[in-house]
């Protein structure tokens, strides 16, 4: 840590490690899903967990968010990103599902390649 000029924070609570890991993931998943990087949820969900080891029992990035429900994973995002800022900015498809009440998987999932971020709009992660 004294070459990167840190000190840790020994209060964190492993709950909180954990939440920051698995949201960062999630979130620049659903990032990849919405700039049309990925075909599918399912191709998403079964490359982070074969190929990236997300837990198995969770059943990929996509399938957690389709659990838990995209309200509760942007809620959980902002109130990470109005800490430690922009890194943790909901990605526009999880925003465009709260509003449209949409999954990514199902009858009516969102499509991939439509939930970028507008021109100029980009977030940074050091903002």
Do not use: W
């Not at 429900?69 to 922009?86: H, P, S, T, W, Y």
């Not at 498809?93 to 971020?117: C, I, N, R, W, Y």
């Amino acid at each position: 840590y004294a070459v990167l000029g840190l000190t840790p924070d020994k209060k964190m609570a492993a709950e909180e490690i954990a939440q920051r890991c698995a949201l960062a993931f999630v979130n620049e998943a659903c990032l990849c899903f919405g700039e049309g990087i990925l075909r599918s949820a399912r191709d998403g969900d079964i490359g982070a967990i074969f190929g990236l080891g997300f837990p198995p029992f969770r059943g990929g990035p996509f399938r957690y968010v389709d659990t838990v429900g995209a309200k509760e994973i942007v809620r959980r995002l902002q109130r990470f990103r109005d800490r430690l800022g922009n890194r943790f900015a909901p990605a526009p498809v999880l925003l465009s599902m709260v509003e449209s009440g949409q999954t990514f998987h199902g009858d009516d999932a969102v499509k991939p390649g439509q939930h970028d971020f507008p021109p100029g709009q980009a977030v940074s992660a050091t903002a």
